[in-house]
C-alpha cells in the first residue's frame, strides 16, 4: 500500500523535475517497530536532479531492520544512532531494535522485521547461535542478512559480515602486555590474569585467541605465570560481558591468589566494561601496585580510567567507520550489486565462509587518545573530565 503511494508521489515528483522521499523516519528503541514501506527484495531507485545546487540526488526506498543487543553498552548505543542516522540520510526506512540481551527478544524482533517487511537485516547478535531459525524464514523471502560486528553461526542465510578485525584486536591487547612488561628483554616472571567476554559471542574467541597466541609462550615458558591457573577459554569468558560478572570473578581471585600482598603485573581484559569489573575489584580488594589492565572500544569510563593510570590502554573502533561500511554494503545489495568485502578465508560460521569486510582497530592509551578520540570528534574533551 504504502509502497504504491511511494511510487505514485515518486513518478509525480520526477515529472515535476523536483526531489522525491520515499523513506520515511521510522521508530527505534527497544522493542519498537516502524510503519512499514514497501516489500520488494531489491529497492527502487530513482536519480533526480536537485534544484538547489543542481547536483545528481538519489532518493531510494527500501527498508532496514537494524537489531542491536543491548542498550546496556556504550557502544551499541553508538553503533544503533550512526546506522540510523546514516541510512536516513541515504532515504532508507529504518527499524532499529535494542533487546536488553535477551535472546528470546532479539529472535522476536527479527521475526517482527522480516514480516513487516523489512528488505535487508543487520543484526549485532547476542549469542551467534541461537538465530538460526528465525534466519531460515529470512532466507524463504530471500530477505539478505548482514551480520554486523559479531558473527552468526551455523546459518547459511547469513550473506555477509561486517566487523572489525577482531584478532587483531587481540594480538594488539598481547603486544600491549609484552611490551610494557619487556617479556623479551627481561627474566620476570610476571604474575597476570585472563579475562575474555562472553561464551555465545564468536568475536570472544578471537580476542582471546588472537591475545593468547602472544602470551602463551611467555607462559608456557614460566615469564607469564597465571596464579589463579585460569586459562582456558570457558574459565575465563564473561557471561554477557558484564562489568559486574568480570568483578565478581576477580574479587575471588584476589582474595584467594594475591590478598597476600602478592603482585599482579597484567591483566588482560577483551573488552572495556570486563576491565571495568576488574579495575572496581583491584579498587577495592588489591593492595599491590597498579597492574597493567587492557581493554577494548574506548567508552568513556574507561578513557577516564586510562586519563587517571587505572587502565593502560583500550582499542579505539570507530563505529562511524563500521556504519558507513555497513550502509555502503546495504545500498550495494539492495541495488542488486555485490558488497564490497576485504576477506573471503577468515570467518567460517561452521556452514560456509561468510564473506566479510574487516575494518581495522586501533590502539588507544592517554598519549593518543587526543589526536584519535577527540580530534576524530569522537568525543569532546569535556565528556572525558
Ligand atoms: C564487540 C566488542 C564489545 C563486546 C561487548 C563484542 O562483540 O566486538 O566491541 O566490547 O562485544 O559488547
Known sequence: MKKKLCSILLAGALALGTLAGCGSATGSTDGSTSAGSDSGKVSQEASVSSEAGGQEATTKTGKVGVAMPTKDLQR?????????????????????????????????????????????LVIASIDGDSLGTVLDQAKEKNIPVIAYDRLIMNSDAVTYYATFDNYMVGTKQG????????????????NIEL???????????????????????????????VKSGQTEFKEVATASWATENAQSRMDAIISAYY???????????????????????????????????????????????????????????????????????????????????????????GVKVVPSFL???????????????????????????
Open 195 to 225: 579475562v575474555t567476554g562472553d561464551p555465545g559471542d564468536n568475536n570472544a574467541r578471537y580476542f582471546f585467541g588472537g591475545a593468547m597466541d602472544i602470551l602463551n609462550p611467555y607462559i608456557s615458558a614460566g615469564k607469564l605465570v
Open 359 to 385: 575494518c581495522e582497530p586501533v590502539f588507544a592509551d592517554k598519549n593518543n587518545y587526543k589526536k584519535i578520540l577527540i580530534e576524530s570528534g569522537y568525543y569532546k574533551e569535556d565528556e572525558l573530565k
Open 76 to 120: 551499541w548505543n553508538q553503533d544503533g544512532a550512526n546506522m540510523e542516522k546514516e541510512l536516513k540520510a541515504a532515504g532508507y526506512d529504518v527499524v532499529l531494535d535494542y533487546a536488553s540481551n535477551d535472546i528470546a527478544t532479539q529472535v522476536t524482533q527479527i521475526e517482527n522485521m522480516i514480516n513487516s517487511g523489512c528488505d535487508i
Open 259 to 349: 590478598a597476600d600482598g602478592t603482585q599482579l603485573d597484567a591483566v588482560l581484559c577483551s573488552n572495556d566494561s570486563t576491565a571495568l569489573g576488574v579495575t572496581n575489584a583491584l579498587e577495592a580488594n588489591y593492595v599491590g601496585s597498579w597492574p597493567i589492565i587492557t581493554g577494548q572500544d574506548c567508552d568513556v569510563a574507561n578513557v577516564k580510567n586510562m586519563l587517571n593510570d587505572k587502565q593502560s590502554m583500550s582499542i579505539f573502533k570507530d563505529t562511524r567507520t563500521l556504519a558507513s561500511k555497513v550502509v555502503e554494503m546495504v545500498d550495494a545489495i539492495l541495488k542488486g550489486g555485490e558488497a564490497p568485502v576485504n576477506d573471503t578465508e577468515t570467518y567460517n560460521n
Open 175 to 190: 603486544e600491549y602486555i609484552r611490551d610494557s612488561l619487556k617479556l623479551d628483554s627481561t627474566s620476570g616472571p610476571y
